[in-house]
């Protein structure tokens, strides 16, 4: 039997506060509360690289229509951040961050685009490194450090990729780490951590940590350590293991780590359609103790073929069979006790001190000299990005959704709408319906400690570049009912 949700009353509604986030050693810390955060993310970016677009004052965070039909939809799956990776400093954040921000979302952002002149290249990276590319990582910092539901900056985004450029960019990029670190410090009223995300390529990912993580001569103040590192891994594919997906050498590889790490990427789409087994393992107790929990790649349906929901140009949205089967893995966590772990041990871990010998890839750059700012940009870390973007949370008035969004048989999906959490109060599933309130203890009941048993060949390289398969899978009746149920709209 489906449930009809009764909507709230939807007048006019101040977009409450999430708690900024604090880290503790290897641990994102809820300061009011002293419990653990467990990332559930999705990577957000609508219309893809092409989503953001300098000249006409748009990107992923600019039209809050489209974030309320969004943030509606991952109320339903229970995410509780979106990672953002290219967004225009000088358009208006305003309504799209307290959107999400009312629907228990925090966001992650990336400094850089794909535009020339934004972010750090590859190769010959000396040639990015300049003022006028720093000026416009710090106008990111600038737009966005004011909304409390700002998690964390990423300085770079797999701009190491193998061993060759191993050998020049590692003091490149920590010193942008260094130098967007000493902004957030001279600028922004609370420390957001800053951190690097880099691809899973096991030659030289444990060099790469190892470069980023160390401390300069032993300085546990040293500003070019970064606060946090992801890693974009799709090893884990198909109905896969623990350890057939090697993710236990990421667990070994990564024990003792000093600052939260967590995957800024996950969800291989070969073979496909996906299950995401990898869900349960990620948040129980094999990888727990070492990670913070990942972001699912993507949001919309790309190219690429990793979407979980299908996006027209006149916003109408279809959810793909990867939206239930990802919501189903999520409905076996028990969220309130994986959001209820309090750290470990009180000890915060030390960093090792930089020296070649945490280095083990030959080429890979084993000298810890990073170069000196770059003409005019200690100015702008003195003075300020001018004009100075600035962002605020405001009031929404209409929480309701303003475009069809249909389930993967085509059945429209009705009264669909962004429930504001109490003060906070993350997102967890089902929590923008009354219906659910109740059944949220039943239908996350699960432990959360599945591996799941391999089907098919664990890769070991991101294959987000796989040829785009035709069409969603459509689920049988069941799995319509499913989401009815857990999300509490009429179908």
Known sequence: ???????????????????????????????????????????????????????????????????????????????????????????????????FNAAGMYMILDVNSPLVGESLTSYHPWESYYAAYLNRTFAVVEAFKNYPNTLAFFSGNEVLNNEETGADVPPYMRAVTRDIKNYVKKHSSRPIPV????????????????????????????MSMGDIFALNSYSWCGDSSFKKAKYDQLVEGFKGNSVPIFFSEFGCNTPYPRVFTEVGTIYGPDMTGVFSGGVVYEYTQEPNNYGLVNMTEDGSATLMGDFLSLQSQYAKLNFTEIQ???PASTSTPKPPVCDAKLI????????????????????????????????????????????????????????????????????????????????ASTTGSGTGTGTGTSSSAASST??????????????????????????????
Not at 58 to 80: E, F, T
Not at 197 to 220: H, K, M, P, W
Not at 481 to 490: E, T
């Open 1 to 99: 039997m489906l449930i009809h949700s009764a909507l709230l009353a939807l007048g006019a509604t101040f977009a409450v506060a999430l708690q900024p986030l604090e880290v503790q050693g290897e641990y994102f810390i809820n300061p009011k509360t002293g419990n653990r955060f467990q990332i559930v993310g999705v990577a957000y970016q609508p219309g893809g690289a092409a989503g953001y677009n300098e000249e006409s004052g748009r990107d992923p965070l600019s039209n809050a229509d489209i974030c309320m039909r969004d943030a509606a939809l991952l109320q339903i799956l229970g995410v509780n951040t979106i990672r953002v990776y290219n967004v225009n400093p000088n358009v208006n954040h305003d309504e799209c961050a307290s959107i």
């Open 195 to 222: 951190g690097y995300s880099a691809a899973d390529v096991r030659d030289i990912l444990f060099d790469t940590y190892n470069y980023f993580q160390c401390s300069l001569e032993g300085d546990d103040g040293d």
């Open 340 to 342: 209820a772990q309090k």
């Open 360 to 439: 083990t890839t030959k080429g890979f750059n084993s000298n810890f000299t990073l170069p000196k700012l770059p003409p005019g940009a200690q100015e702008i870390i003195d003075k300020g990005v001018k004009p100075t973007p600035s962002g605020k949370l405001v009031e929404i008035k209409d929480w309701n959704v303003k475009f069809t969004v249909k389930n993967p048989d085509g059945s429209v999906i009705s009264n669909l709408h962004v429930v504001p959490l109490k003060d906070d109060t993350i997102n967890h599933p089902g929590s923008n319906t009354d219906a659910t309130t109740a059944e």
């Open 462 to 491: 991101p294959s987000r570049d796989a040829a785009p398969r035709a069409g969603a899978v459509v689920l049988p009746a069941v799995a319509m009912g499913a989401l009815a149920a857990v999300a509490g709209f009429a179908l």
